[in-house]
């Protein structure tokens, strides 16, 4: 080909928002040519390699959307420290099916246990299995909820959170929040009953609630929708942050 064909060929593959093929074809074709490739066939490399490359920005973007505070999986969480956790069962969650279903999960634990590390990582196999994530800590959620209803924009905002196939709430119980952002966040709650999956990590075990829910009607209510269809781990024991922090303390003695 021509560099006047070869700049033209560029130029339209742009505009089409065919970025990868843009930047492929030459190459494909030099190496189409040299094994004899059918046009079919150096064709259909190419629309692979532009498929590949959305697939993989596709998941970048979920990922960004989602706003996970830092990028955790499974292969880094030391399953060691809880014994009792079935990872089998965690890591079968990965696959999604759960979210399909609409079930919701809850992590319940003491502080430093990995909470929040497990929750994000079942919230990036959602996001690599094509599914949309958010992910807020409790305080975060209410704090928008209280802002948005204030502007007016509240329905717009809860628009947005229903199109997530799994909303994660994460360290609920941990600040307190006023009697109106208490039932903003009932409210959302409540609306994703059999809607969409929720996952909520918490150090307050089911019968505490009451003190994040201010009331025994509004409590029992939630974890009636929540636990209905729930997959509940517990994670009770000593904080995984201050174990890898003795873990580091003793490998600096040793050097």
Same mark, same amino acid.
């Given at each position: %080909? ?7 060929? +560029? ?13 492929? $074809? ?60 079935? +990872? ?13 279903? +609409? ?53 717009? $905002? ?18 307190? %929040? ?7 966040? $009932?409210?959302? $709650? ?27 009607? %509004? ?37």
């Amino acid at each position: %080909m021509t560099d006047v064909t070869i700049d033209l060929l +560029k130029s339209q593959l742009r505009q089409l928002r065919l970025p990868t093929m843009g930047r492929e $074809f030459e190459k494909l074709a030099r190496d189409a040519v040299s094994t004899n490739q059918s046009f079919a066939q150096f064709l259909l490399r190419l629309t692979e390699q532009e498929l590949a490359a959305r697939a993989v920005n596709a998941v970048v973007a979920r990922i960004k959307e989602a706003a996970f505070p830092v990028e955790k999986d499974f292969d880094t969480y030391d399953f060691s420290i809880m014994p009792h956790l079935p +990872k089998p069962k965690l890591i079968d969650l990965a696959r999604c099916e759960w979210i399909h279903e +609409k079930w919701n999960c809850c992590l319940v634990g003491s502080h430093g246990t990995g909470k929040t590390h497990l929750a994000t990582a079942l919230g990036l196999a959602a996001c690599r299995a094509g599914l949309r994530v958010r992910f807020f800590t409790a305080a975060e959620l209410v704090n928008r909820l209280e802002k948005e209803q204030k502007q007016y924009t509240l329905d717009r $905002f809860l628009t947005q959170l229903d199109r997530a196939h799994l909303l994660i709430c994460d360290e609920l119980g941990y600040v307190t %929040m006023s009697r109106g952002g208490v039932e903003l966040l $009932f409210r959302v $709650f409540a609306d994703r009953y059999e809607r969409g999956s929720i996952l909520v990590t918490t150090n307050l075990p089911f019968g505490e609630w009451s003190q994040i829910f201010q009331g025994e009607r %509004m409590t029992a209510a939630l974890l009636d929708r929540l636990t209905h269809h729930s997959h509940i781990f517990e994670m009770n024991g000593e904080s995984y942050r201050f174990r890898e922090s003795m873990k580091t303390k003793k490998a600096r003695k040793a050097e």
